[in-house]
């Protein structure tokens, strides 16, 4: 991801307005430009994130059970933790 500041953002502004749209597709990458806008819609930041995409089996075969060990890992720290802290 790049990231570009180009102004700040005023904390009275009663909005703030992001637009992202694909800007390119190649095979399984994706290029993504957003923009960051105040109140007035002047540009207060832009970025381009590019992401790699997988098939629908794909994802599913692959990923939802790392996430999911590494959620129960994640929480068996917490309790670990909690657990210790209450000891002491």
């Known amino acids: 991801m790049e990231t570009r500041y180009l102004k700040s953002v005023d904390t009275t502004d009663e909005y703030v307005l992001l637009r992202a749209r694909i800007s390119e597709k190649k095979r399984n ?38 996430l999911r060990r590494r959620r129960q890992s994640y929480r068996a720290r917490i309790t670990s933790f909690a657990n210790d802290s209450a000891i002491k």
Request: net charge neutral; glycine share 8%.
């Open 29 to 66: 990458i994706i290029l993504v430009e957003a923009g960051f806008y105040n109140q007035k819609g002047e540009v207060c930041t832009k970025s381009t994130c590019t992401y790699f995409t997988f098939s629908q089996e794909k994802s599913e075969g692959n990923a939802l059970p790392r």
